[in-house]
């Protein structure tokens, strides 16, 4: 069995409401980058509350530039990272920009920010170690292939852009994907 990455236990404030689900039902993971500029931001937009059920929009797994790897949300719970696929999958957020500030600004859509090789590494050794603690765990897949939804553009309603882009194409699929035991979704 692959050796634990070091994990750093930060559980949001709301993670007790989120509802619990069996390890039999999680079989997805969905790559995300934060589009947010640090660690910190993404903590701060994790906490806020967002549904009536006291809860917001977070990861499971957040990764920083360095590698180091912060939990948020216990597996064993449904953490809203991806519409309609939160019972079945396990989010992962790469702290990234993105297209940080102008998510939906139609003349800043690129995503230009490469993915540090500490990053990906931690990436690859939390990605082999998850399946041993969730066997049904085969599939992944980024966040951009399982929202499509296309949205005005915030410059000009006019124009339509792409509501979510992430983990965008500065993201080493093929070097992740050689490297784990899951397979494309």
């Not at 949300?73 to 989010?91: E, F, K, M, T, Y």
């Not at 995503?111 to 599939?139: H, I, K």
Request: proline share 11%; hydrophobic share 40%; aromatic share 8%.
């Amino acid at each position: 069995m692959p050796a634990m990455p070091a994990i750093h236990a930060a559980p949001l404030p709301y993670e007790p409401l989120l509802p619990l689900r069996e390890p039999a039902a999680i079989d997805l993971v969905v790559i995300h980058c934060t589009e947010l500029p640090d660690l910190a931001t993404a903590r701060e937009y994790g906490e806020r509350v967002l549904y009536d059920s006291g809860t917001g929009n977070s990861g499971h797994y957040y990764i920083d530039r360095d590698g180091s790897i912060h939990q948020y949300v216990d597996v064993l719970r449904v953490a809203h990272h991806v519409r309609g696929i939160n019972p079945r999958s396990l989010g992962i957020e790469l702290v990234n920009r993105g297209r940080y500030p102008h998510w939906l600004d139609s003349r800043h859509q690129a995503m230009d920010e490469p993915y540090p090789r500490a990053q990906t590494d931690a990436l690859v050794a939390l990605l082999r170690w998850l399946p041993a603690r969730l066997p049904s765990l085969r599939w992944i897949s980024g966040h951009e292939e399982l929202d499509v939804e296309q949205v005005p553009a915030s410059d000009d309603p006019a124009l339509r852009v792409q509501r979510k882009r992430d983990p965008g194409p500065r993201f080493p699929w093929e070097d992740v994907l050689a490297a784990v035991p899951l397979q494309r979704m």
